[in-house]
Structures are given as structure tokens and as C-alpha cells.
């Protein structure tokens, strides 16, 4: 069973160790590793019988570790003591500002790593620009007593990868440093990429227990599937394939007693609009003369529920915990804005708790079970589908009058705007915890079971 422990230096030359007192095998430990560094050392038990890790000074400078008083996990495999575990945060945008070194975003980083103390690891931030491939180090930023600082640390034992669009995860240099981070030094990479929302339906079909919950979605091909979905559904959504924010979405809808079509969507200028046409092919003409066709999806309209005539939906964080097994970590509520063709706060939607949602106990808790067991199973059927470690989803579900769950979206690298409601800090600072605490298992997986990681 892994546990965390103190680490303490003492100024001694050495190379001493002493190891907690509750370790049974430590006679067996002549090496410590911290990242991907490893010292040959002398092990002793604490003389005091203490359950703390110490250090000589020279251990310390050798692994190359910071002085930052925290308690840290402890693995022990083929005589190895390792400490930690370090997680290297990748992301970029980094700016010349010491107190804003990734730019607007430094705030969210901030509040990431501001629980390393509660989880018993030693998260930092990086971009591809600061490591030494030759010393084997990385000038990594750490956030220390309320500000940043920046501390050379071997390489971590794993990355979490926050790169924040597909323009930047696309650039040559990220993808030959990933590559050869994972390839020559075996680290695991866990949320790469962002998923293309025909891709996850495409997987999710894979598995008849995830049809249940998928609308009808197509790449546009031509007018005609957009009929025909048309006189099945009555209205369509219209999206981009990689799109996020709610950015681009469109919603379709055919009178058949007037034989009107109408379009539903948010103009350059952020207003909301509502235009009719007598024909389709006018529509589309008009509306989407700018945009490629082939880069959007066509999606079944459904009918959700709704509070006081506007369009609810919900968003499911789900995470994977430190024993490596997914966990619900935050569901909210979101209600569209006045004449708005999604729930997005910045096109005018709300987030609420879903207490605030249902007055009725019941009712709420039948609604959390539904959405709690749509996104674990989704979930661990997107994890055995998609390339790569997923360690975080975010969800976008809907629930039809009849109460049935539909899937929207899935996301790799979910957005955090729900958090900014009160009622929501909580799981917010769950959020965060989890996103570290699985780093936890995956350098544990990778010392002591690697065969498991890198199939």
C-alpha cells in the first residue's frame, strides 16, 4: 500500500539515507530515484524510529530535488527507493512575467498545483522551451507560497498534458518532444490530445451499451441527409467537427405546415438569430456560404428538458482517481440563454447546482444517478476506444422529456467556466486533486508494473 511521508534534508556528505521506520525491507534499498534520476545511497532506518524520509544535502543536490518542505509518496522496486511523484505539466503560452508566467491562464495553474500538499506529489508547469535534453533537466514552474517560481528538476515520471488548443498540439517540435519523452525515457502521457466529436461517436458505436445514448450524427455529405433527418426530427444541429465554446453550432428546424426552414445561431457580432427560409438549399446558402461544409456535423435535434421555456443541458467532469478507476467528480446544470442555440455562458446561458435545478428530491436524485451512470459507462468505453492515457472527460449530456440520456460531447480537456458558480468550489478543488492524484497511479504503474502502461 503506497503512503506519503515527510522529506527532510540534513547537511551530511555521505550519501545517506534514512529511510521511515515502518519500512520493513529497507535493508534491501541501495539506490533513490527522484524523476528519472537515481543516486546510489547508503539506507538506514530513522535512529529515532521516525516515519520520515532524510536525505544528506549531497543526495539531495545530486537528484536534483527542491527544498520544499511537503510530504511525497514512496515505491519501492528492485531496491530502489522512489520518491515523489514528480509531475510535469505541459502546456504553453508562457510570457515573460513573473507573476503571470503563462499569461491568463497562470491562475488556473496556480489553483492546480496549490494541492500537491493534499495529494503527495510535486506538480510543476512546463513548456517545450525549457528543458536541457543534454543535462537531463527541465526549468520548471512551481508555485510556491503564493507565487511562482522557477526550479531545475530532473525529468518527471509523468506528463499531463494541458496544451490548450489543437493549433499549439499540432506543432512540430511538441510532437518530436512527446515522442521522444515517451520513446527514449518511457514516460507516461496522460490526456493527449483533443477529440474531434465524429471520432467519439464513431468509437462509442463500437459498443452496443453506448448506442442508447447517442443522437443520430453524420459529416455532412449532402442537403439531402440534412432532409431527411429533418422530417424524422424536425430540427438538427449543425457544429464543427473540432469546434469548442459552442463557437459555429447551428440549429435547423422544418415547419411542415408552413414548409418554412429555420436557422437558429449566433452571429459574428455575438448576436443571437432567428431567420426563416423557404427552402434549404436558400438556408444554407446563406447562413453557411463562409464555412467548409466537410469540417461539420450533422446531429439529431432532441427534446430536452427544459425550465421556464429554455434549453437545459448538463456537464459531467469525470476523472480517474489514484487507484486508477473513474469517479464522477462534478455535474452541473446548464440552461440556455434567451433565444440561444446552446447553454454556453458566453452566448448568455446559466449554470446552476442541480438542487437549485429541482425543487424535488427525488426528481434530483433520479436525475444524478442517470447522468452518474451514463458518464462512468461512456467513460471507461472511451478509454479502451481512444489512443493514449485518458485520465479526465468532460461530458455534455442531455435528458429528453421522456427522461432518456443523450450524449452531445465529449471532451479531452474540458472547460472549467462551471466552476465559477459558488456552489460548485467544491467540486472544483475535487477536480484538481483527482487530475494529480491519477499521475499518482500512472508513476506508480510505471515503476512497479511498466508492462501494463506501455503495451
Not at 500500500?1 to 520493513?24: C, G, N
Not at 536525505?55 to 514512496?74: A, F, Y
Not at 488548443?165 to 483533443?194: A, C, V
Not at 463562409?290 to 469525470?318: A, P
Request: with cysteine; charged share 25%.
Amino acid at each position: 500500500m503506497r503512503k506519503k511521508y515527510p522529506v527532510e534534508v540534513i547537511s551530511h556528505s555521505k550519501q545517506l539515507v534514512f529511510v521511515p521506520a515502518d519500512l520493513t525491507n529497507n535493508k534491501e534499498i541501495n539506490k533513490i530515484a527522484f524523476g528519472n534520476k537515481v543516486v546510489d545511497v547508503t539506507c538506514a532506518p530513522h535512529p529515532k524510529g521516525r516515519n520520515v524520509v532524510v536525505l544528506s544535502n549531497d543526495v539531495q543536490k545530486e537528484l536534483s530535488m527542491p527544498d520544499l518542505s511537503t510530504s511525497l509518496h514512496i515505491f519501492i522496486d528492485q531496491h530502489t527507493l522512489f520518491i515523489g511523484p514528480l509531475i510535469g505539466i505541459l502546456t504553453s503560452g508562457f510570457t515573460p512575467f513573473p507573476l503571470r508566467p503563462i499569461g491568463e491562464r497562470s491562475m488556473f495553474f496556480a489553483k492546480l498545483l496549490s494541492v500537491n500538499k493534499s495529494v503527495g506529489a510535486l506538480p510543476f508547469v512546463f513548456g517545450e522551451e525549457h528543458i536541457d535534453w543534454d543535462q537531463g533537466l527541465i526549468e520548471g514552474y512551481f508555485f510556491v507560497d503564493g507565487g511562482w517560481m522557477k526550479i531545475k528538476v530532473p525529468f518527471p515520471n509523468v506528463v499531463y498534458d494541458r496544451l490548450p488548443n489543437r493549433r499549439t498540439e499540432r506543432k512540430s517540435e511538441l510532437r518530436s518532444m512527446k515522442s521522444r519523452m515517451q520513446t527514449d525515457y518511457l514516460i507516461p502521457w496522460y490526456n493527449p490530445g483533443f477529440f474531434s466529436k465524429l471520432d467519439v461517436f464513431e468509437r462509442l458505436q463500437q459498443d452496443e451499451r453506448a448506442v442508447e445514448y447517442l443522437p443520430e450524427t453524420h459529416q455532412f455529405s449532402s442537403f439531402t441527409v440534412i432532409e431527411r433527418m429533418l422530417s424524422n426530427y424536425g430540427n438538427v444541429y449543425v457544429k464543427p467537427a473540432n469546434g469548442s465554446l459552442g463557437l459555429g453550432i447551428h440549429q435547423i428546424l422544418f415547419d411542415k405546415h408552413n414548409g418554412y426552414y429555420y436557422c437558429r445561431y449566433r452571429d459574428q457580432e455575438g448576436i443571437n438569430k432567428l431567420t426563416k427560409f423557404e427552402s434549404l438549399e436558400k438556408l444554407m446558402q446563406k447562413v453557411f456560404y463562409k464555412r467548409n461544409l466537410s469540417q461539420m456535423i450533422v446531429q439529431q435535434g432532441i427534446s430536452l428538458l427544459r425550465s421556464e421555456k429554455r434549453l437545459i443541458d448538463f456537464r459531467v467532469h469525470t476523472n480517474k482517481d489514484e487507484y486508477g478507476q473513474w469517479q464522477v467528480a462534478a455535474i452541473a446544470a446548464k440552461i440556455a440563454g434567451q433565444g440561444s442555440v446552446t447553454t454556453h455562458v458566453n452566448n448568455g446561458g446559466v449554470v446552476k447546482s442541480l438542487d437549485e435545478l429541482f425543487e424535488d428530491r427525488t426528481e434530483r436524485e433520479l436525475c444524478e444517478k442517470k447522468l452518474s451512470e451514463a458518464s462512468l459507462l461512456l467513460s471507461s468505453i472511451l478509454e479502451k476506444n481512444m489512443e493514449g492515457i485518458i485520465g479526465e472527460i468532460g461530458f455534455d449530456l442531455g435528458i429528453d422529456k421522456s427522461g432518456r440520456v443523450w450524449l452531445f460531447e465529449a471532451n479531452s480537456k474540458p472547460g472549467r467556466s462551471i466552476f465559477k458558480h459558488p456552489k460548485l468550489k467544491n467540486f472544483d478543488l475535487l477536480t484538481r486533486k483527482l487530475s494529480l492524484s491519477f499521475g499518482i497511479f500512472l508513476a506508480e504503474k510505471a515503476i512497479t508494473a511498466p508492462e501494463d502502461i506501455f503495451k
